[in-house]
């Protein structure tokens, strides 16, 4: 029996496991739910943050356009061309002179105009990186919700008061129930 050729992939899928064991070799039927944007982005930030070599913390960033396409990832780490010895990320205050943001990586990465485009981020942006993503005029963030403790709280403080002020929507997934706050 020949496959179909029209229709969409549950449509053919209903015709295949008339006639053919391919349902079952592949899996299909145990096939999760696509997951939503937001969600899939952020988990593609988590992947990203794999790559760093900073053994406290690992943050991924992924900025898409408008069509949803990627425009650039960055994980916080050195500059490229500089020793990345591991040392280095061992003696902190090195580490802290050396070390780009996740966020500012992907943005010094990106190759294009960022207007308007959402930056996704595991970990909520210092204020030194919401400077610069309002000032590439990224329009919306999305990330992880806030730490209630952290050595970061007044600089995210500062963070948040900006986006507000400069009109950046910030999203805050829960990457437990997919919950979403709007803060702005
Ligand atoms: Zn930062």
Redesign the pocket.
């Known amino acids: 029996m020949p496959l179909p050729t029209t229709g969409g992939h549950w449509q053919q899928h209903a015709l295949w496991e008339q006639c053919s064991p391919a349902c079952v070799i592949f899996g299909w039927e145990q096939m999760p739910p696509r997951p939503e944007l937001d969600i899939w982005a952020l988990g593609l930030c988590d992947t990203t943050a794999q790559r760093s070599r900073d053994p406290e913390r690992q943050v991924g960033c992924v900025i898409l356009r408008p069509d949803k396409t990627v425009a650039a990832t960055g994980y916080n780490g050195f500059p490229r061309r500089v020793c990345d010895d591991p040392g280095l990320y061992e003696d902190r205050d090195a580490k802290l002179h050396r070390t780009i943001?996740a966020?500012?990586a992907a943005i010094l990465t990106a190759r294009e105009c960022l207007e308007g485009y959402t930056l996704y981020v595991n970990r909520m942006?210092?204020s030194?990186?919401a400077a610069c993503i309002i000032q590439k005029g990224i329009s919306r963030v999305v990330t992880y919700p806030t730490p209630t403790t952290s050595r970061w709280l007044q600089s995210w403080q500062h963070a948040r008061a900006m986006f507000s002020e400069a009109n950046v929507t910030v999203d805050y997934i829960s990457n437990q129930d997919d919950n979403i706050t709007n803060s702005s």
């Open positions: 943001h966020e500012l942006p210092c030194h990186c």
